[in-house]
């Protein structure tokens, strides 16, 4: 019943927005209030998406995220054009989500204790903005990614055929892709560390089941690479031996105020999404 990944939101004691406009080409679109998060948002546009800078404003699951974790990815967003049969079957599950801006606001706790909250809303046909061409991953670290990748399907009603499961070996960690729509790459990540002494699993053992990162596809990498270069943005480029220009970057909490974003070329997510056939070469 997910259509696609259209948001991710940031929480933190400042909102800045100048690092997604000077990089990435990101717009503000708006200012106001999110009165269930107790939060001040400021919103921009970003590929086919949004972006959210959530600021606590009082009392509310915000102050206590930025309390409990500094400046991050407090929540990632989805789209569904069956929005009105979604709410009813979050409702038949006992699940009782706040409505605000006509949008669906899930807590923690309702998604299932591990970390995830969520804000959907109504599919747009909207236009890209800036150098991102769309948002498609939001990554949450579990301790048991079969069994929350289980757990996702039931209560959003997903198709388990279009998921992908895989073993990383480098960066030590298993799970899911799950797949919201055969051969579109929206979904979430579902990831269980399985190393000792890794990045993930420093990070998991501080703060626990939670979102961990989020990804966009774009067709000006080599743009955004050089913008980051010639700023001193922190940011981590990964090319195949031989290949001038790079097929993945990352950049970094400290360059984008809170999260870690990749950037992968277009079509090269689905390398490892279950149809490697669908990469399109490079020189």
Not at 20 to 33: Q, Y
Not at 52 to 62: A, E, F, H, K, R
Not at 103 to 118: N, V
Request: net charge negative.
């Amino acid at each position: 019943m997910l259509t696609r990944i259209n948001r991710v939101q940031l929480a933190g004691p400042h909102r800045d927005p100048k690092p997604w406009v000077s990089l990435l080409g990101a717009k503000i679109v708006g200012e106001g209030r999110i009165a269930c998060l107790g939060a001040q948002r400021t919103q921009l546009r970003l590929g086919t998406g949004f972006v959210d800078l959530l600021q606590p404003d009082g009392p509310g699951p915000v102050a206590d995220a930025v309390a409990a974790r500094g400046a991050h990815l407090y929540s990632g967003g989805v789209s569904t054009h069956q929005f009105d049969a979604l709410l009813q079957r979050l409702k038949d599950k006992c699940i009782e989500p706040v409505l605000e801006h006509d949008c669906i606001y899930l807590s923690d706790r309702q998604t299932g204790g591990f970390g995830m909250h969520l804000v959907i809303s109504r599919e747009e046909n909207l236009p890209p903005v800036g150098d991102v061409d769309h948002l498609y991953e939001v990554s949450y670290l579990v301790e048991d990614s079969d069994a929350v990748t289980n757990h996702l399907a039931d209560i959003f009603g997903l198709d388990s055929a279009n998921f992908v499961s895989y073993v990383n070996s480098r960066f030590q960690y298993k799970g899911w892709l799950t797949l919201f729509e055969a051969n579109k790459l929206s979904r979430f990540e579902i990831i269980t560390p399985t190393g000792d002494g890794t990045t993930m699993q420093r990070f998991f053992s501080k703060f626990g089941q939670s979102t961990y990162m989020c990804y966009a596809e774009t067709g000006k990498l080599p743009e955004i690479e050089a913008r980051a270069a010639s700023t001193g943005a922190e940011h981590t480029p990964q090319r195949p031996e031989g290949q001038k220009n790079a097929d993945l970057i990352f950049l970094h909490p400290t360059t984008l105020k809170g999260t870690m974003l990749g950037l992968s070329r277009r079509t090269r997510a689905w390398h490892w999404s279950g149809q490697p056939d669908k990469v399109e070469r490079v020189d």
